[in-house]
């Protein structure tokens, strides 16, 4: 039998699918075709079925799923440090709402993206679901840079440079979603889900419509609830009922409802959480940044919901950063649970990438290295002296690599990192639009 010609063929000294949980190959290839995976085998076998139009050999590296980073405010990077050491509502209300009412544009939201996107793929994130103003210059920035991304189509009760009233960001939300649908535009490489902000910010009326066209048109919603204890207070002085109830009574819990940060929860709510099938996205760093509390991970996963990762903003957080995420989750949901055991390395690897995608309704193209789906993979090189002897390949991806550690990045079989060097991003570019939009931000 001739050898099938195919793309690309990888050929790690680790290939983690994460799907099954737990699995290492070893000595395997990875065989791409026309974007997608199309067979994990062992690498004598894949050198006898396959002629490669491009063969990568990484003898020191584990080859993994593209890390999906949950919940993002993207073009915030260009806030980072702007503010810190304060709590969430002055953090917001005196520092980041003012600098937004002045700043933000369809440019600020652009090059933000396009520094965040930089640093994401060189941290090995493959797909970011992001939450902010103007998502059409957020799309047009991730599609550019090769990310897979999740536009967020915001909603709030008050006006921005964005929109006037919740009608208006409803309205132009809809109109990116129909221009976004489909694989015509972007190479399907943007997706959408409804972004109404927080419980505090959307009243009633609103998020009845969002509900009503999120069951129409298929599509996911995604917002902040119950990040801080003062929110939850807020809310059941102002109306007797916590966020949470609210958000049941308006009938937008479901498999299709995301819930980030979820730090103040009941042993009720959690059980609610998994009996609507909602998603959590947990944001460690930031929680732990801004004094919010802690989500209880080990709880919600014994539960069953689905727990995905997130690095929230760089200005709340201060990097993008999810492999460090990743360990921050772990350690802290041990301490939180008082049990070593709680969130195991294998398990938090999987929050990271299959969870995530589950999350943002796409497991199915995205989250695991199987044959069928998109071939959104990274390398991890395991030769650095910090990630030496290497007993148990999970352990060190979950507690000892850092993100300088990725060398490789591929997005639907393409190069968006190779040999460490940014294949569709000028970091010089960027360095200068961040120095300009700096002078500008400067307090």
């Known amino acids: 039998m001739q050898p099938q010609t195919i793309d690309l063929l990888v050929l790690p000294r680790w290939l983690l699918p994460i799907e099954p949980a737990g699995l290492v190959l070893e000595q395997h290839a990875l065989a791409v075709h026309q974007g997608k995976i199309l067979a ?23 080859v993994m799923p593209g890390l999906v980073n949950a919940h993002t405010h993207a073009a915030m990077s260009l806030l980072r440090g702007i503010a810190d050491d304060l709590p ?51 799309a047009e920035a991730f599609a550019a840079a090769g990310m897979r991304a999740v536009a967020n189509l915001i909603v709030l009760d008050f006006p921005t440079a964005w929109a006037a009233n919740a009608d208006e960001y409803i309205h132009k939300g809809l109109e990116l979603h129909d221009a976004l649908k489909g694989d015509s ?17 959307v009243s009633d009326a609103p998020l009845t419509k969002i509900r009503a066209y999120a069951n129409e048109l298929g599509i996911g919603i995604h917002m902040h609830v ?45 059980a609610e959480a998994a009996e609507f099938g909602v998603h959590v996205a947990h944001c460690p760093e930031s929680n732990l940044k ?44 041990k301490a939180v649970a008082g049990d070593a055991e709680a969130l195991p390395a294998a398990q938090a690897l999987q929050m990271a990438t299959l969870n995530g995608a589950k999350a943002l309704g ?22 650095a002296l910090n990630t030496q002897p290497v007993y148990h390949l999970l352990s060190q991806l979950a507690y000892a690599v850092n993100s300088r550690q990725v060398t490789d990045v591929y997005v639907a079989g393409r190069a968006l990192l190779r040999g460490g060097l940014l294949t569709t991003l000028d970091e010089a570019a960027l360095r200068a639009r961040a120095r300009e939009w700096a002078a500008k931000l400067r307090p």
Request: charged letters at 20%.
């Open 362 to 383: 796409l497991d199915e193209r995205i989250g695991s290295l199987l044959p069928g789906k998109q071939a959104d993979f990274i390398a991890v090189d395991l030769d």
């Open 290 to 333: 801004l004094a919010s509390g802690f989500c209880p991970v080990a709880r919600l996963l014994k539960a069953g919901v689905n727990v995905a990762l997130g690095t929230d903003g760089a200005a709340s957080n201060n990097d993008l950063d999810l492999f460090g995420e990743l360990k921050t989750a772990a350690l802290l949901a």
């Open 40 to 62: 994990l085998l062992p690498a004598a076998e894949a050198a006898q079925r396959y002629t490669a139009t491009e063969t990568l050999r990484l003898d020191r590296h584990a």
């Open 88 to 138: 969430l509502m002055t953090w917001l209300q005196e520092h980041i709402w003012p600098a937004e009412s002045a700043h933000v544009s369809p440019a600020f939201c652009r090059d933000g993206v396009s520094l965040a996107a930089a640093e994401l793929i060189r941290g090995g994130v493959t797909c970011a679901n992001d939450m902010y103003f103007f998502p059409d210059a957020s």
């Open 185 to 201: 535009k972007y190479g399907g490489l943007i997706t959408t889900m409804f972004g109404p902000h927080a419980p505090y910010t």
């Open 226 to 270: 119950h990040e801080t204890a003062g929110e939850v207070a807020m809310a059941v002085q102002a109306t007797g009922k916590r966020p949470w109830q609210r958000l049941k009574e308006l009938d937008l819990l479901g498999p299709d409802f995301l819930a980030v940060h979820m730090t103040q929860l009941t042993e009720a709510e959690i």
